[in-house]
């Protein structure tokens, strides 16, 4: 029951004080980034490869189907 009333008072206090306060939100985004694991740049560099090696095959893969449908298509429908 206490975890209860004490989000209820933070949502409160946040509803009489409900302006924007940019130089607080700075300082929480500051602290935020400052908690993300940023990934080398060798792991950067081959995880962004794979995902386009990835991507190519995927389009060519869709192509390749596409081609085929079509091809099936003119054979039923001349």
């Given at each position: 029951?206490?975890?209860?009333?004490?989000?209820?008072?933070?949502?409160?206090?946040?509803?009489?004080?409900?302006?924007?306060?940019?130089?607080?939100?700075?300082?929480?985004?500051?602290?935020?980034?400052?908690?993300?694991?940023?990934?080398?740049?060798?792991?950067?560099?081959?995880?962004?490869?794979?995902?386009?090696?990835?991507?190519?095959?995927?389009a060519t893969l869709i192509y390749l189907i596409d081609k085929f449908f079509a091809w099936g298509a003119g054979k039923v429908f001349p």
């Open positions: 029951m206490a975890k209860k009333e004490t989000l209820e008072k933070d949502t409160s206090d946040k509803k009489e004080g409900s302006s924007f306060q940019v130089k607080e939100f700075v300082n929480e985004s500051k602290e935020e980034l400052a908690k993300v694991v940023w990934p080398s740049r060798q792991q950067l560099l081959s995880e962004s490869a794979a995902v386009m090696l990835m991507v190519t095959l995927v």
